[in-house]
């Protein structure tokens, strides 16, 4: 099963978000954690890898489990593991190889083009201080079609 971490990153009333150019749909930074990794120096590593930015105090937030399904059968699984901080040293990158980042007002983050799932990920972690767990099943062409998170 793959295994992802990101982080979202909130400074100046701002988050830091990273446009993904297959669907133009806006995630938290982060990418798939290396074989014996930890979380979290997974999160460091690959927040880094795409910002620039090292950040600092990374607090874990969200446990996540996402389900594939095609003709109502598994097709893919994955976990991911969201973080918080609202603190970082360095330059953000001019270009990232995987997207365009972007320093989005709080109140605009739900309004960015992005997965169902990720939504309710981002008006959680945003808005609450204490941890969530889900799952979310999706179509293969990323149609949310069940969730199930603690706290809802």
Same mark, same amino acid.
């Given at each position: 099963?793959?295994?992802?971490?990101?982080?979202?990153?909130?400074?100046?009333? !701002?988050?830091?978000?990273?446009?993904?150019?297959?669907?133009?749909?806006?995630?938290?930074?982060?990418?798939?954690?290396?074989?014996?990794?930890?979380?979290?120096?997974?999160?460091?590593?690959? *927040?880094?890898?795409?910002?620039? &930015? #090292?950040?600092?105090?990374?607090?874990?937030?969200?446990?996540?489990?996402?389900?594939?399904?095609?003709? +109502?059968?598994?097709? =893919?699984?994955?976990?991911?593991?969201?973080?918080?901080?609202?603190? $970082?040293?360095?330059?953000? &990158?001019?270009?990232?190889?995987?997207?365009?980042?972007?320093?989005?007002?709080?109140?605009?983050?739900? #309004?960015?083009?992005?997965?169902?799932?990720?939504? $309710?990920?981002? =008006? !959680?972690?945003?808005? =609450?201080?204490?941890?969530?767990? +889900?799952?979310?099943?999706?179509?293969?062409? *990323?149609?949310?079609?069940? =969730?199930? &998170? #603690?706290?809802?």
């Amino acid at each position: 099963m793959q295994r992802v971490a990101n982080c979202i990153l909130k400074t100046d009333n !701002h988050v830091l978000m990273l446009k993904k150019p297959r669907r133009g749909w806006y995630v938290a930074p982060g990418g798939k954690m290396e074989a014996g990794e930890n979380i979290k120096d997974s999160v460091v590593r690959e *927040f880094k890898e795409e910002t620039g &930015l #090292d950040i600092q105090d990374p607090e874990l937030k969200g446990s996540f489990t996402f389900i594939m399904k095609e003709e +109502g059968e598994t097709v =893919q699984e994955w976990m991911m593991f969201t973080f918080y901080t609202d603190d $970082y040293t360095g330059e953000l &990158l001019d270009e990232s190889e995987e997207g365009e980042l972007e320093w989005v007002p709080v109140e605009q983050v739900l #309004d960015k083009p992005m997965a169902e799932g990720d939504r $309710y990920i981002f =008006q !959680h972690i945003l808005n =609450q201080e204490e941890q969530v767990y +889900g799952t979310f099943v999706y179509t293969t062409d *990323f149609t949310l079609i069940d =969730q199930d &998170l #603690d706290p809802s």
